[in-house]
């Protein structure tokens, strides 16, 4: 990985792009340390450093870097854009339209791209709504008497530090969009990338100072363990060859080829442990807005849904994830559409008839691969919540799963892209 990036820095043009890159970068830690009007920075800070508030908003200050309980002018992060995606990606299924632009090719991807946009943006008006009502009713930080706003009962501020942070989200995906026209890899990846990193050297000291420098090494070795396996299973693929017949077009063959599937085992990415995440923070979310009035549910959600250290937690967090695994997998990958279009074009898989078979074979293929891939995921998933019991550790543990799947998958795919970048220069250089 050292070695593409040193090569990279040899070469003039790759050279520009990845310092374009690390210049948006520093851009968007800028504003993601810069507060929103109408804060006052004096008590969102005191609270901040005295209160671990990583139950109900913890994935979403994970993917804003830590900005969302400071409350600045990047707060939302890249996380409506996420929700978006993801959106969009589940109604290309239902909806026949954005099924038929989807296989209009670039035109039509085109068209969902703007789509997203346009839903990122009225979900960032959402968020930031939700999350200025927050500050101003001073539930954001638990436990905090202090004022996070100076005039709480204005409606002037809460509404300019909503469009702050909408018009902060447009940016963030403006310069997400800058790193993939002019950069390498994936703009959006590649911030998500950064503001999970951002957070990292500080969660790693939090465990020195709070467990000593034995647990601070014990930990190092466990996060070098796991990034091993996850980049040994994000890695992991089986190739189902396919066979291409050769045609008589006038009088030129064509055909003949040979080529294979990739179907990765972890084919969903880390979809499946933000819808899971996502869906256990409904009971937290519940017995919050309960307030002080609690009842029998209330108390049942808060003793066994909302603590992660509780193994019943663990236990529906593992079984979410595995179906969500099964649910994304089935919904991106459609073995009736490989097929046909296998056929279509005169392919077929050695030993497996066209049409049918070859769909049943498919599916029997994904449903295998897909079990470790959702069981690699639920016990990568689980990490941070053993850590909280063994180690002591917040949820906002650095080797989490969340994070450590980010970092290490997008780390991958930016080298990915770097070398081969450099194989086609050098195939020019030798041609010349």
Known sequence: MLGAFANAFRTPDLRRKLLFVLMIVVVFRLGSQVPAPGVNVGNVQACFAQIENDGLYGLINLFSGGALLQLTVFALGIMPYITAS???????????????????????????????????????????????????????????????????????????????????TAVIMWLGELITDRGIGNGMSILIFTQVVATFPAALWQVKVSRGWWVFA?????????????????????????????????????????????????????IPVIFASSLLYLPAMAVQFSGNQRSAWADFLNTYLVS?????????????????????????????????????????IPGIRAGKPTEEYLQYVLSRITLPGSLY??????????????????????????????MVGVALDTVKQIESQLQQRNYEGFLR
Do not use: W
Request: charged share 10%; glycine share 8%.
């Open 86 to 168: 993801i959106i969009l990606q589940l109604l290309v299924v239902v909806i026949p339209r954005l099924e038929a632009l989807k296989k209009e090719g670039q035109a039509g991807q085109t068209k969902i791209t703007q789509y997203t946009r346009y839903l990122t943006l009225a979900l960032a008006v959402l968020q930031a709504t939700g999350i200025v009502a927050l500050a101003r009713s001073r539930q954001l930080l638990q436990g905090c008497p202090d004022p996070l706003l100076y005039n709480e009962d204005s409606m002037t501020t809460m509404l300019v530090m909503v469009i702050t942070m909408t018009a902060g």
């Open 218 to 270: 014990l930990v190092m070795a466990i996060g070098l363990v796991l990034v091993a396996a996850v980049i040994f299973m994000e890695q992991g693929q089986r190739r189902i060859p396919v066979q291409y017949a050769r045609r008589m077009v006038g009088r030129k063959m064509f055909g003949g080829s040979s080529t294979y599937i990739p179907l990765k085992v972890n084919q969903a990415g880390i």
């Open 308 to 348: 992660g250290s509780h193994p019943l937690y663990m236990a529906v967090y593992f079984g979410l994830i595995i179906f969500f695994t099964y649910f994304y997998v089935a919904i991106t990958f459609n073995p009736v559409e490989v097929a046909d279009n296998m056929k279509k074009y005169g392919g077929f």
């Open 377 to 406: 995921l639920g016990l990568i998933s689980l990490v941070p919540l053993i850590a909280l019991v063994l180690v002591n550790a917040n949820q906002n543990f650095p080797f989490g799963g969340t994070s450590i799947l980010i």
